[in-house]
């Protein structure tokens, strides 16, 4: 069964996807309140996800969380590169495994200022 990715989105990153069709596809949380994507996830590559990154797991909404800030803001990239919630996005990202490592490590020692 597919799980899911959800990737808030700030007012940069909504501007980012202006012109690209996925604007459709932005979902309201909390009354909305924060903006989202959601990104489905097949079985195998779920697994490859839990696998690389111990933090990560499944939820009650059978959401993928847990995972590095790295890896959020990579899966973002791909998304606005690609302009695209398919599974070359999916794909893309497990590409960039040992680049988003080498950032959540940092991240184990401080969290970086968000980007604003």
Avoid: Q
Avoid at 70 to 85: C, D, G, H, P, Q
């Amino acid at each position: 069964m597919a799980k899911t990715i959800v990737v808030l989105l700030d007012d940069k990153r909504l501007k980012a996807l202006k012109g690209s069709g996925l604007e459709g596809k932005v979902a309201s949380l909390f009354g909305g309140a924060i903006k989202a994507l959601n990104l489905e996830v097949p079985e195998d590559k779920t697994k490859k996800i839990l696998h690389a990154f111990d933090t990560a797991r499944i939820d009650t909404r059978d959401c993928i969380t847990d995972v590095p800030i790295a890896f959020n803001r990579v899966t973002f990239e791909e998304i606005a590169k690609a302009k695209s919630l398919g599974p070359e996005v999916v794909d893309a990202v497990l590409k960039r495994t040992d680049e988003i490592k080498v950032a959540a490590a940092k991240e184990k020692e401080y969290l970086p200022v968000p980007e604003l």
